[in-house]
């Protein structure tokens, strides 16, 4: 893995030949960013995997009978977390790269393009996006799955992340609009007795829900009937579409009735009252900020809330959100909020001589690693170099063309890395990308599934051949009222 090296290829065949078990793997001669605040960042270290868990990190570990991988002149980092990503979206990236606001998304994409989605089109949709955030450094990724129709449905989107390797959140939601069978939230016992049986596996389940009944009527907010199904389950919550006046009420109704805390995250959480702010401090909530989504869709403020989750002592997480409209990777996350941020910072003294709070670099890789771990109620698992912890870690070349040379290890990976740097991904200790490829996939086969996904989206949505279709689908506000007129039906198991 050394930026000389040509053995990573023989490197790959030694640890695949011996059990997942059984393996040992040490990573030497790398500078690590721990994330971990005991260990810090070693100039160069090495760093040990046994099976599945980080064993040892520090200088000069004994190889004993581990198979070696030189990584000097490359960094060792968490992979990172995306605590809020609509997976099952992926076949239409960028479909709509200007959309105006989240009206024209919520038109075109859950009331337009959702309700023709066939459960292998949650398999498409939702492996792409896994298998590219591996590509990209994610090596966790909460699906926020909002269009599951069916059980079948559901069962898709969860086989394609566990047919991906990732370490997978389903977060699971009825749809919006249109037609479905209101087989949720009832289902998740089944999805639970199914699916999620083991502690030990790389998948866990999550409730998802909205925030208040405006988008899509009171069945998929949340409030006291789903809390209590969550709680039934011992599943956590993710609420999204937090934002503005009517969600800051929301929150205080939450919290003086005890249903918030640790277990339940808000995303976006724009435009909130200072009094909303204060009840998620205190109840120790967490917060999935989508730096990208909020500044340019225009979500309320339009302003990731990264300022006052931090005055409410709350570290966020960050998510990705729609590929529809967004990037995909977490570098374009940190990067954003981080300019965004110490923008607001510098303007807000502008003019005075007071001093600008500024966030740092180690915070957003923070937010991207740690702290999306917790949000997801995976710290003890994932989210930083800390022996004991999964091996869920990147190689990132530092002596790359557009990093050379090393000066700052964490700033190169926020700021000056992206996808072509990461020649290998670990999840649970099982090499996921390795000499810069995604492994196990066959991506001509890949891309026929995705683009024949595509063409059926597309034609069942707009009922005409892709190259006449209008930029967004054609969906009168009568059609839009129909929706909200089934999603205002309660689904099974909600009062």
């Given amino acids: 893995m050394n930026v000389n090296d040509t053995t990573s290829a023989a490197v790959l065949e030694q640890l695949r030949r011996r059990p997942a078990d059984r393996r040992r793997i ?3 001669g790398a500078t690590i960013v721990t994330m971990d605040p005991g260990l810090g960042v070693l100039d160069r270290g090495d760093l040990l995997v046994e099976g599945d868990t980080i064993t040892a990190v520090g200088p000069r570990l004994d190889p004993k009978d581990a198979v070696v ?24 990236r960028r479909i709509m790269p200007d959309v105006d606001d989240l009206g024209g998304y919520v038109t075109a994409t859950l009331a337009g393009y959702a309700p023709v989605y066939r459960p292998e089109d949650m398999y498409t949709g939702t492996r792409l996006a896994a298998l590219s955030a591996i590509d990209s450094g994610i090596t966790t990724m909460l699906d926020f799955s909002h269009n599951s129709r069916t059980g079948e449905h559901s069962d898709a989107a969860i086989e394609a992340l566990r047919d991906t390797g990732i ?14 069978d209101r087989q949720w939230p009832g289902d998740l016992t089944r999805l639970r007795d199914r699916y999620f049986s083991s502690d030990e596996q790389l998948l866990t389940l999550r409730l998802a829900t909205l925030a208040t009944a405006e988008i899509a009527g009171p069945a998929l907010a949340y409030g006291a009937e789903l809390a209590r199904a ?73 302003v ?57 670099t180690h915070d957003v ?20 170099l800390t022996p004991g912890k999964k091996a869920d870690l990147l190689v990132i070349q530092a002596e790359d063309l557009n990093n050379m040379p090393l000066n700052d290890p964490i700033g190169t990976v926020v700021l000056g890395s992206d ?77």
């Fill in 69 to 92: 991988a030189d990584v000097t002149g490359a960094i060792l980092s968490p992979g990172f977390v995306d605590t809020h990503r609509h997976a099952w979206q992926a076949q239409l």
């Fill in 419 to 495: 996808a072509r740097n990461i020649t290998a991904v670990l999840v649970n200790g099982e090499p996921r990308k390795w000499n810069g490829e995604v492994l196990d996939i066959d991506l001509p086969a890949l891309r026929g599934e995705v683009q024949a996904s595509r063409t059926y989206v597309l034609d069942t949505s707009a009922g005409q051949s892709p190259s006449s279709r209008p930029a967004r689908p054609a969906v009168r506000p009568q059609d839009l009222e129909r929706g909200r007129d089934v999603a205002r039906k309660p689904a099974v198991g909600v009062v």
């Fill in 365 to 384: 890789l923070d937010f991207a690693t740690l702290q999306g771990a917790r949000t997801n109620a995976l710290a003890a698992v994932t989210g930083s």
């Fill in 167 to 180: 370490r997978g959140v389903h977060a699971s939601m009825g749809p919006h609009f249109g037609d479905w």
């Fill in 26 to 28: 040490l990573f030497t």
């Fill in 230 to 302: 969550a709680a039934d389950l011992d599943v956590g919550v993710s609420v999204d579409a937090v934002f503005g006046a009517s969600s800051s009420a929301a929150v205080l109704s939450w919290a003086e009735h005890g249903i918030l805390g640790p277990g339940v995250t808000l995303i976006h959480c724009t435009g909130l009252t200072p009094e909303a702010w204060k009840a998620m401090g205190e109840t120790g909530t967490t917060v999935a900020l989508a730096p990208t989504s909020d500044a340019q869709i225009g979500l309320e403020t339009a």
């Fill in 304 to 360: 990731p809330a990264v300022d006052e989750a931090l005055g409410a002592g709350i570290r966020p997480g960050l998510s990705i959100d729609v590929e529809v409209a967004l990037a995909g990777d977490m570098f374009t996350q940190m990067r954003a909020l981080h300019t965004i941020q110490r923008m607001r910072a510098v303007n807000a003294v502008h003019g005075t001589d007071r001093e600008p709070s500024r966030i740092s």
